[in-house]
């Protein structure tokens, strides 16, 4: 452990590579005691968790070192940006405990800046208008083996530069007929600094800037001149960024403006899913999710309808760490990280998914016993709740067998199991559908003695299911989600195979007709919950007034702990 990490683990703070690169800055006063970082998303379209671990490193890194993490919106391509996304991703950001303050910019608002930089970089010499098309400056890039081929109009003079420049943003030239290039050098082995287009043109309508240009900035001039407007100090990166930091270091340095430091770090990859827009966008474009805020998303809505919280994320971001080399992570450990915060804050309810109708032929038919039920065993704080039990109950269809096979320990003709928190029950009869020949009701009796207990005289049972009252019981509608692909690197196919085939045909399940305890009427919409013996659930906002839908969260079964436990134990 270097004496900068050690320095680290005893405030506390989160140690990686990008921290000790600022916490050495900081102690050398490189600048001048300031940490200033920002994060710089696209407003085209929503976030998925990867986003979240991006502006959580510059917020978080701000907040560590005292300094302030600005939140910029790279809005240079009108034809695919929209103000709901600049509100959606605002949202996601907050929902996931950052905030920003005052300090909300827009790529936009430097456009003037922007065109300015380009003047003085034509006037030096370094910037030239090119009428080529987009083929045949492909056409001229060269290879990573073959030096590209210099513009027949690059040796044009900087006064017709600056008046083709100027006419250019003037509107009189069409769309795709001109841009302005650098030049740099076209046999640069960086193929990123091969004369790059600075700008094209185009007459869009821009959703904060209206029709004032007809000309827009390419990213790769855009982004290093905002940092540098802004006073960045830290510009941290995503590690596909780093073939283009000679770019923006080359821009700066010619412009002799302020330069941050841009270090970069690797996304990583999440198993049974897809985080790329270029892959998620499909989904949703041909409706194989309902939406971006499918549960099955990887997207930020996605995940907060389905029920993840936000401290679960980022203890999920804070385990998976920083790293210079891009990895794939189980989604197991994330589903972990929410189990041990949802356990913690979830209140226990029952409900059944599946109901077979039992009839208690010895309890009185007009009698309503409140079973006192335990909202959270972990949190004694949360207290109690009182639960409706009657004559006629609802189970799980799968906690019965008329033929159990072994080890099967619940309900079965002649067998005695607990209700949990009432009375133990014993099978008598069974009920059969006389044409399918499916059980549809079981009669049982109770032995009233055992109310919230165990037997006087001693007697054990081998399982405990969870019930609810018939008559009390809310009817809903509760979405079984599992993995929204099969396989565990979704986009890994053989060249022409479509990666779509690899849809999970069965991540959603609808159950239509299932049956909650009456404690869960007024649900309100993101409330969630742990079914007993089921899994946790969060109430999605397709409920209404009268009819409640679920969302299952996850399962109760945690394969992360047993792969964490093998490991301890292979060790």
């Known amino acids: 452990m270097s004496s900068e990490e050690r320095k680290n683990a005893e405030s506390g703070r989160p140690t990686d590579f990008i921290r000790d690169v600022v916490a050495e800055d900081m102690r050398t006063g490189k600048w001048g005691g300031r940490v200033l970082t920002r994060f710089p998303p696209e407003p085209n379209g929503y976030m998925h968790i990867g986003h979240a671990k991006a502006f959580g490193l510059n917020f978080g890194v701000a907040e560590d070192f005292g300094g302030r993490c600005h939140l910029r919106f790279d809005d240079t391509d009108p034809t695919k940006e929209e103000a709901q996304y600049v509100e959606a991703i605002q949202e996601d950001i907050r929902w996931m405990g950052f905030d920003w303050g005052e300090h909300l910019y827009f790529a936009s608002d430097y456009f003037q800046q922007m065109y300015e930089y380009a003047v003085q970089l034509i006037r030096q010499g370094k910037a030239y208008v090119d009428d080529q098309t987009a083929e045949e400056i492909r056409q001229t890039r060269g290879t990573l083996t073959r030096p590209g081929r210099d513009s027949p109009y690059r040796g044009r003079g900087v006064e017709e530069n600056l008046d083709l420049f100027r006419r250019m943003k003037e509107g009189e030239f069409g769309d795709g007929s001109r841009v302005l290039r650098a030049k740099i050098d076209m046999a640069h082995p960086n193929l990123n600094m091969r004369d790059p287009v600075m700008y094209r043109i185009l007459h869009a309508h821009h959703y904060r800037q209206g029709d004032t240009w007809c000309m827009y900035p390419m990213y790769d001039w855009a982004h290093g001149l905002e940092d540098s407007i802004e006073g960045v100090t830290h510009s941290l990166c995503s590690l596909e960024f780093e073939n283009h930091r000679p770019l923006y270091d080359w821009f700066l340095d010619q412009l002799g403006v ?9 996304r990583f990859n999440l198993t049974h899913t897809v985080m790329s827009k270029r892959f998620l966008r499909p989904l949703v474009e041909q409706d194989y999710v309902r939406g971006w805020d499918d549960p099955r998303m990887p997207t930020l809505r996605g995940m907060r309808r389905r029920g993840y919280t936000p401290e679960a994320i980022r203890e999920f971001l804070k385990r998976v760490g920083v790293a210079k080399f891009i990895s794939t992570v189980d989604i197991a450990l994330l589903e972990h990280c929410l189990r041990q915060d949802l356990n913690k804050r979830c209140p226990r309810v029952m409900a059944v998914l599946r109901p077979l109708r039992v009839v208690i032929d010895n309890y009185p038919e007009d009698k309503v016993e409140q079973m006192e039920a335990v909202n959270n065993p ?20 799968e906690d019965f067998r008329e033929e159990p096979p072994k080890k099967f320990y619940r309900l079965a003709p002649g067998r005695e199991v607990r209700l949990r928190y009432a009375y133990f029950v014993t099978c008598v009869d069974v009920v059969k559908d006389e044409r399918t020949g499916e059980v549809v009701e079981l009669h049982c009796t109770y032995d009233p003695a055992t109310r919230g207990g165990d037997a006087p005289d001693g007697r054990k049972v081998k399982s405990t299911l969870h019930w609810v009252s018939a008559a009390h019981a809310l009817e809903a509608e509760v979405r079984l989600y599992d993995h929204l692909f099969t396989k565990e690197d979704p986009a890994d196919v053989p060249e022409g195979e479509d990666w779509k085939a690899n849809l999970n045909p069965n991540s959603l399940e609808v159950l239509p007709s299932c049956r909650v305890e009456p404690s869960l009427a007024g649900a309100a919409a993101g409330s969630r919950y742990q079914f007993e013996r089921l899994g946790y659930f969060c109430v999605d906002p397709d409920s209404t007034a009268g009819r409640l839908v679920f969302n299952r969260t996850l399962s109760l079964r945690d394969s992360w702990a047993r792969i964490e436990l093998a490991q301890k134990q292979n060790r």
Request: glycine share 6%.
């Open 258 to 266: 302020h330069h941050p430091q841009q270090i970069e770090f690797a």
């Open 378 to 397: 972990e949190d004694a704080g949360m207290g109690t709740r009182q639960v409706p039990f009657s004559r006629v109950l609802y189970i799980e269809q």
